[in-house]
Structures are given as structure tokens and as C-alpha cells.
């Protein structure tokens, strides 16, 4: 009886168990060599691809069967595929080196013949005498191998990065997120939808990075609060059986780096299948632009509009970012983006020339299909300024915007709760982490084993000693309301101070967005006639308060009379 091993293989743990999968295929085998009248030496189980160049468990197998010692005669499996998907030139050279060791292939169809030397009716042999006639057939199943596995990557691959380009999510979810199927035109998809329990982390990971803290700083702080990273099944390298859990890890300063350069978490794709370049993704991320750009400040820089997605890096980002100071937020002209052209009503420019003196004359201008108009910058500015300090709260707004106040806190504050709550989580975790080890050193006998215990036991003890120390921190950072808003009444009262600056210049287009019902242009400055929003008045003309109730927002102001 001539010595076998048996060799089934899959390309991923799914056809294991689905489809061809390995009993299927073992089973065939084992018939085969009942038939066959063989000897079943050793089963290989491999789950690998079989057109990888480098095959590390295959080359396993190649080993055990050419080992003189193991004394094996055939390496049997299903069929030419299960042995190699690389095509006719991979497998004759797996079928030679094989051969060249007195080991022969074959597979439980008979694709594979047994060799004939054509001279055995004269009782000669040469090299050039002996041939398989099912060589060719053999090559052609190996191309047909070869051109299937071509033909569903092909499909699989290719619907899967056709629908990431269109913004679905086809990998696994990334942390922060869980995947949700929903119905699309195009049949069921995945998306990304929030999980609140890791969101938090991410959230507070680029908040920190914004305001300036360092990586390692980062790690700690979301390690205090009770940071893990996700568990998973640890698999068998060669049969991807689950034989235990990896994760759970804290957090390091290069993961804390990897996760803030994830542009998935502003919903914005940016890998392989789009080919690096950035496609919104069918569903809204957690982490706004605004705040991903500066926590990815002089790296990364990603601009939003609608589904129009760029993304600029290092020193492109670097000139992207002075570029848009320069042309949007030059301070020398602060307001440039919100005080109209008075003739065609279009956003002005700032300029500088020089004078035959040499010194610089800065003025507002523009010339939008008309001739150029301009103003001296410090006549502009002067003149807004004068307006601005005209410009009060209508005093029927005030008990609105202490409600909205009130509410704008509510969310701080849940905010602040959910920290202070993952802390104490922290503490009640390392809590019971110290029991348990206490409850080991009463058991234990060995004076070596007690000893590594109780250094543990330190160890913990020095955690909580750190973690009660930020959960007391937390606690001090709820803020009073009432003093809050004190000082917002304070700003109420002395608008100009918030409208009149030029160091961010951002936040003052953003106020004279909301001071107005349209922008002004200069002429309504100058003569007064600006058309204010209801909620505000100047301190020159009659409150326009118009009719306040279409303000009331869900009848907020109503519900709050009384604060």
C-alpha cells in the first residue's frame, strides 16, 4: 500500500465551512484513498490562498511529504485548484520539485495520470522517453484555476470598490462606529452609524488635539477614562479557528496619531479603492471639519462643501491654509466679507499700493462689472466701527436668549456628566481589577506567587490613587450657570467688543451673519439704514423688535418666562 497525505485547503474561513469547504473535500479524499486501496498517512488543513507567491503553509506540507524519513509516495487532494490557483507554470514547477522526489500528485477526479515511458516495450528509458499524456489537461485545469479565481475577484473586488466610491461602507466598522444594512437603490448596503460608548473617545481625543495637548497627554487622559481598545477573536494562523481574545489594550501615542488622521470620522472616505482621493461617504461622521482641521493642524487639511470633498497634506496644507488667511480672514481687513460693494452688492477686496513716497495706502475696493470703487481702509473701518456701537439688544430679547443660554448649558453640562461618569466607571473597574487580586493572595500557598500578587496589587493601588484624583478634578469643572451668564449678559450689553475683532476675524463674520436679516453694504452703513435683525435695535431708531413670536422658538420663550 503506498503512503498518502491528504491535502485540503481554503481561501478564507467562509469557504471552509461554506460551499467546498474542508469535510467536504476530506471526505472526498478519504473515499478516494478507500477505493484506491492507499494508506492514509497524515491530513493537511490549510486556509490560505493558493496563488500567493509565498505560501508558508503550504510549504509545510512540500516539506513533510519530500522528507526521505516520512517515506510518503502521493500527495492527494480534490482537485488541481485546491493545490494551486497560480496557473500552468506554478503548478508544474510544484508538480516537479515534487516528482524530482520520488513524491507523485494526484487528485480523486484523475485529471492527474501516471506517467508512460514510450521505449518500455524494449526495456529502455530515457528522460525524453518518459511523459503524463494528461499533462496538457492538467496545465489547462490549472489556467482554468488560475482564470476563475482572476474572474470572481474580479467581480467581488470590483462591486465592492464601486460601491465605496460611492460611499458605502464595505470593511469592518471603525471604532467609534457600528455598521447598520439599509435598503439603497442599488440593493442592501452597509453603512456607519455612531456608537456613543466609543464615540466619546474619539471626540474627546480631537478636542484635546485641537486645543493643544500633546499625544502622550491624549493617551493618558482617555486611558483614565476608561479607553479600551475593542475585543476580538485571536485565530488560528493556519485554520482561523478562534483559540482565545486579542484587544482590550490601552491606548498609545501612535494609535492616538493614527486615529486622528481617520478622515472616515468626518464621513469622508480616503484609501486604496478611491484612489487616495476623498468621496463622501453616504453617511454623516461625528467630528466636524472645522474641529478635524485643527487638531490635524499644518498636516492635514479637509475642506467640506456638500458632497464636494478636498483634501490637501503637509506643505500643500501648509500654503492651503495661509492662502485662505490671506484671501478670507486678512485681519487688515476685517470687513471685507460682510460689508458690501454699494453698487453691486458683492463682497469687497482688500489692497494695499505703494505711494511715491513709498508708504502703503490700504483700501477697500472692487470692480465687479462696474467702475472701481473704493475707500480709504482706515475711513472705512472707522465708519463701521461708529455703527457698531450703535447697535443694541432689543430688551424684549433678553429672558430668549437667557432661555437658549439655559439650554446651550444643559448640553455642556450632559457632556461633563458622561466624562465624570466614565471616570467613576474607571475607578469601580480598578475597584474590583484589586479585589480579585486579594482574594488570589489569600488562596495562594507559594510565597513567589504571593509576592508577584501583592507587587500587583501595588500597581492597581497606584492606578486608583491617579484615577481618584482626575474623577475629583472632574467634579470642579462643573461650572455655575447663573455666573455663566452673567458674563453673556455682560457681552449683551457690549456688542461691539465681540463685533469689532479683528484677531478672529472668523467669529466676527459669523456674529454679522446673524446681526443681520442681508448684509449691509457701506452706504447703508454710512447713512444707518442697515437692515438689522428683529432682535436688535440702534441705539438712534425705534426698537425693531417686529413680531417677536415668530422667534419663540417651539415656544421656548413662553415655557421659560419665569427664569
Known amino acids: 500500500m503506498k503512503n498518502t497525505v491528504i491535502l485540503v485547503r481554503a481561501s478564507s474561513p467562509k469557504q471552509a465551512s461554506e460551499g467546498d469547504g474542508l469535510e467536504h473535500q476530506l471526505e472526498q479524499c478519504r473515499h478516494y484513498i478507500k477505493k484506491e486501496n492507499l494508506e492514509e498517512k497524515k491530513v493537511f488543513s490549510l486556509i490560505e490562498s493558493g496563488a500567493l507567491k509565498e505560501r508558508e503553509f503550504f510549504q509545510e506540507v512540500l516539506d513533510h511529504v519530500i522528507n526521505k524519513e516520512n517515506k510518503i509516495d502521493i500527495l492527494l487532494f480534490k482537485n488541481i485548484s485546491r493545490f494551486t490557483r497560480g496557473g500552468g507554470v506554478d503548478y508544474l514547477k510544484w508538480k516537479t520539485k515534487l516528482e524530482q522526489n520520488g513524491v507523485r500528485i494526484t487528485d480523486v477526479y484523475n485529471t492527474i495520470g501516471e506517467k508512460i515511458n514510450t521505449l518500455d516495450h524494449l526495456g529502455i528509458e530515457y528522460d525524453w522517453s518518459k511523459y503524463s499524456p494528461s499533462e496538457p489537461a492538467e496545465i489547462e485545469a490549472a489556467e482554468q484555476a488560475k482564470a476563475d479565481r482572476r474572474n470572481i475577484l474580479t467581480q467581488t473586488i470590483g462591486a465592492e470598490v464601486t460601491y465605496t466610491r460611492q460611499g458605502y461602507r464595505i470593511h469592518g466598522s471603525a471604532f467609534g462606529f457600528e455598521s447598520k444594512r439599509i435598503e439603497t437603490d442599488s440593493g442592501k448596503r452597509f453603512i456607519l452609524i455612531e456608537n456613543p460608548k466609543e464615540s466619546f473617545f474619539i471626540k474627546k481625543i480631537f478636542q484635546m488635539k485641537a486645543k493643544g495637548f500633546n499625544l502622550p497627554e491624549i493617551a493618558n ?46 464621513g469622508v472616505f480616503c484609501e486604496k479603492w478611491t484612489n487616495y482621493q476623498p468621496v463622501k461617504a453616504k453617511f454623516p461622521g461625528f467630528i466636524d471639519a472645522e474641529l478635524f482641521n485643527q487638531a490635524n493642524k499644518d498636516k492635514i487639511l479637509l475642506e467640506i462643501s456638500g458632497d464636494e470633498v478636498k483634501i490637501f497634506y503637509g506643505n500643500e496644507a501648509q500654503t492651503e491654509r495661509t492662502k485662505k488667511r490671506i484671501m478670507k480672514h486678512n485681519p487688515e481687513f476685517p470687513f471685507k466679507r460682510v460689508v458690501l460693494c454699494p453698487i453691486c452688492n458683492h463682497e469687497l477686496r482688500g489692497s494695499a499700493s505703494k505711494g511715491r513716497g513709498g508708504k502703503k495706502y490700504k483700501y477697500y475696493h472692487c470692480h465687479q462689472g462696474h467702475k472701481q470703487w473704493s475707500e480709504g481702509a482706515s475711513e472705512f473701518n472707522k465708519n463701521v466701527y461708529e455703527f457698531i456701537k450703535q447697535i443694541k439688544f432689543d430688551e424684549n430679547f433678553h429672558k430668549l436668549l437667557e432661555a437658549l443660554f439655559y439650554e446651550e448649558w444643559d448640553k455642556k453640562r450632559s457632556d461633563v456628566i458622561e466624562e465624570s461618569q466614565n471616570k467613576e466607571k474607571y475607578v469601580s473597574d480598578l475597584l474590583a481589577e484589586q479585589n480579585a487580586i486579594f482574594q488570589r493572595i489569600k488562596q495562594v500557598d507559594s510565597e513567589l506567587v504571593r509576592k508577584a500578587l501583592e507587587e500587583d496589587y501595588e500597581g492597581v493601588e497606584k492606578k486608583l490613587k491617579s484615577a481618584r484624583e482626575m474623577r475629583d478634578q472632574q467634579v470642579k469643572k462643573e461650572l455655575n450657570a447663573k455666573l455663566g451668564f452673567q458674563y453673556a449678559r455682560y457681552f449683551m450689553e457690549h456688542l461691539e467688543e465681540l463685533l469689532i475683532d479683528t484677531e478672529n476675524v472668523r467669529r466676527q463674520e459669523q456674529l454679522f451673519g446673524m446681526m443681520f436679516n442681508e448684509l449691509p453694504t457701506y452706504n447703508q452703513i454710512v447713512d444707518g439704514t442697515a437692515y438689522l435683525a428683529e432682535y436688535f435695535k440702534l441705539s438712534k431708531q425705534e426698537i425693531r423688535n417686529g413680531d417677536l413670536d415668530r422667534i419663540r422658538t417651539d415656544g421656548l420663550l413662553r415655557d421659560r418666562e419665569t427664569c
Request: a positive charge; zero cysteines.
Open 221 to 266: 487622559e482617555i486611558n483614565r477614562l476608561g479607553y479600551r481598545s475593542r475585543i476580538k477573536n485571536k485565530r488560528d494562523r493556519r485554520t482561523k479557528k478562534p483559540i482565545g481574545k486579542i484587544g482590550g489594550n490601552q491606548a498609545s501615542a501612535s494609535r492616538i496619531a493614527e486615529f486622528l488622521t481617520r478622515t472616515i470620522y468626518t
